[in-house]
Antibody, heavy 120, light 108 residues
């Protein structure tokens, strides 16, 4: 059974930092790209970042480029999102998601979500 | 960036009714790389349809997706109580990946 278990998040001040993690199980982790999607309170879904199965290719939305860093550890089946220079509009539930298949950037499994609140 | 416009914003229907949800793209979506997700309050999205018309594993056949180019439709043929939720379309053919604003299907 595929599982994505998220941790981290919480409250940060504007300009601060937070780290999100996502532990994967139930599939051959290194074979799949992984993605972060966020959802501001009461709003729709927003793609944030993606990382290839090997970790060699990483992509960011314009809104987080230069502030967020996506990484993965294929020996531990985990991905992490390091968020810095946080802004109030980064407040959202963040989901990690497994890409459906290689080269196909839609998502068949999602984590439970973790709330990030940026406020002074 | 491809902008996806979903309509209507809210659909009020009775159980057993037929729901037709629209997703219109600002540019042609390459290779029909269009997916549909269902999201219930407090839950993560659930993949329903990918490639515009292929049901994901375990999705009942009352859900169907059609369309190509810039116009796509999700149809729920007979609404079950568990189908009342918010539905999002997503295009994954062009960077950046984008989602529509959602359609809420509520009980009339």
């Amino acid at each position: 059974e595929v599982q994505l278990l998220q941790s981290g998040g919480g409250l940060a001040q504007p300009g601060g930092s937070l780290r999100l993690s996502c532990a994967a199980s139930g599939f051959i982790f290194r074979n799949y790209a992984m993605t972060w999607v966020r959802q501001a309170p009461g709003k729709g879904l927003e793609w944030v970042s993606a990382i290839s199965g090997s970790g060699a290719h990483i992509y960011y939305s314009d809104s987080v480029e230069g502030r967020f860093t996506f990484s993965r550890d294929n020996s531990k089946n985990t991905v992490s999102l390091e968020m810095s220079s946080l802004r109030v509009d980064d407040t959202a539930v963040y989901y990690c998601a497994k890409n459906f298949e290689d080269g196909v950037a839609t998502y068949d499994y999602w984590g439970q979500g973790t709330l990030v609140t940026v406020s002074s | 960036e491809i902008v996806l416009t979903q309509s209507p914003g809210t659909l009020s229907l009775s159980p057993g009714g037929r729901a037709t949800l629209s997703c219109r793209a600002s540019q042609t979506i390459r290779s029909s790389y269009l997916a549909w997700f269902q999201q219930k309050p407090g839950q993560a999205p659930r993949l329903l349809i990918y490639g515009a018309s292929t049901r994901a594993t375990g999705i009942p056949d009352r859900f169907s997706g059609t369309g190509s180019g810039t116009d796509f439709t999700l149809t729920i043929s007979r609404l079950e109580p568990e189908d009342f939720a918010v539905y999002y379309c997503q295009q994954y053919g062009s960077s950046p990946i984008t989602f529509g604003g959602g359609t809420k299907v509520e009980i009339k």
